[in-house]
Nanobody
Framework: QVQLVESGGGSVQFGGSLRLSCAAS????????MRWYRQVPGKEREWIAA????????NYADSVKGQFTISTDNNKSTLNLQMNSLKPEDTAVYYC?????????WGQGTQVTVSS
């Protein structure tokens, strides 16, 4: 049974940092592409980062490039997102995602709030 559980969200001030984690179970994260998305109320869910092949391939949305870093800890079956220099516009619910057998799997999300 595939499960994704995010953690690490919270409230920070402008310029602060947070590290999000996504605990994966029921599959091997070293085999499947893993992604982070975020969503603001009233807006579509936005893809922000992806990782594949035990970290050998990463990709970022322009909005977070150079600011966020995606990584995996395959021993712990965990996907991470290091977020630095946070801005109020980074405030959102953050979700991890994977696609297995054409089915989308999502975690429950973790709230990140950045105050100015």
């Amino acid at each position: 049974q595939v499960q994704l559980v995010e953690s690490g969200g919270g409230s920070v001030q402008f310029g602060g940092s947070l590290r999000l984690s996504c605990a994966a179970s029921g599959f091997s994260i070293s085999i499947y592409a893993m992604r982070w998305y975020r969503q603001v109320p009233g807006k579509e869910r936005e893809w922000i980062a992806a990782i594949l092949g035990e970290g050998s391939i990463t990709n970022y949305a322009d909005s977070v490039k150079g600011q966020f870093t995606i990584s995996t800890d395959n021993n712990k079956s965990t996907l991470n997102l290091q977020m630095n220099s946070l801005k109020p516009e980074d405030t959102a619910v953050y979700y991890c995602n994977t696609i297995i057998g054409r089915k989308d799997y999502w975690g429950q999300g973790t709230q990140v709030t950045v105050s100015s």
